[in-house]
């Protein structure tokens, strides 16, 4: 029940910024339009080629603006639900690698629409054959730049992937260090798959996960160094207590021998002294 509460929290934190931004939907797309619209050739716009397109196609927008816009609200809830279960130290180190991952989708997402968009747009357009008009399709482009924003703002979780690898003891620094040259590949390979087929775009996103991992990695190795201590810390503090109960059953084995001691001596002898009399 308690799962089905915070999901609902998190759907109706979405409807409500859904329902605050539907008015301004067509206002909203015409800011996320103006890196393409401002590259189009003269006398050319985007067009609709579907009916229902210009309804659409801005409710759809809004829609995913809603989702991540709403995003602090729902890792706080998944937060809430899972800290229960948490040790405290695991609390300390949980927390901040939840806001720092909120923060880089952000950070992720405001670098494609500021620094790739103006550099693909004028590079895409201008492969565009003689005879060839450019007008791009609203809900093609609206596929198109969520995509983006999703390669770009999953890309720069990179460091938190880093983290958590090596926390949960799946890698080390030091192995993941040594493999720096195949993850270097690998993320011109991830830069390949998730954006235009254009080394532009390829290498505006291969490089950033490529420093975004290295920052991973020196993270990573204080998070490590991190939970060693605490965990030292609670092993030391649990051993400490074993030792405290231990000693006062001791003590209280002591002294109940020495009660029936005394009972069983007042018992067998006659001349020791009875109560009452």
Known sequence: MELRDRVMRIVISVLVVLLATMPFANDIYGVLAAPLVSQLPEGTS????????????????????????????????????????????????????????????????????????????????????????????????LDFVITIFFAFGLAFEVPIATIILCWTGVTTPKALAEKRPYIIVGAFVVGMLLTP????????????????FELGLIFSRFYVKREAEDEDDADDEFEWTDEDDQEEDLEALEREEREAAEAYRKATDPDAPRDGG
């Open 46 to 141: 985007m067009i609709a080629t579907q009916v229902a397109s210009p309804f659409l196609t801005p409710f759809k927008m809004v829609l995913w603006l809603s989702v991540f816009v709403t995003i602090p609200i729902s890792l706080h809830q998944m937060w809430a639900f899972v800290a229960p279960g948490l040790y405290q130290h695991e609390k300390r180190l949980v927390m901040p690698l939840a806001i720092t991952s909120t923060l880089l989708f952000y950070l992720g997402m405001a670098f494609a629409y500021f620094v790739v968009f103006p550099l693909i747009f004028p590079f895409l357009i201008g492969y565009a054959a003689d005879g060839v008009t450019v007008a791009t399709d609203i809900g093609a482009y």
């Open 197 to 212: 087929p254009d080394m532009i775009s390829q290498t505006l996103l291969a490089i950033p996960m490529w420093a975004l």
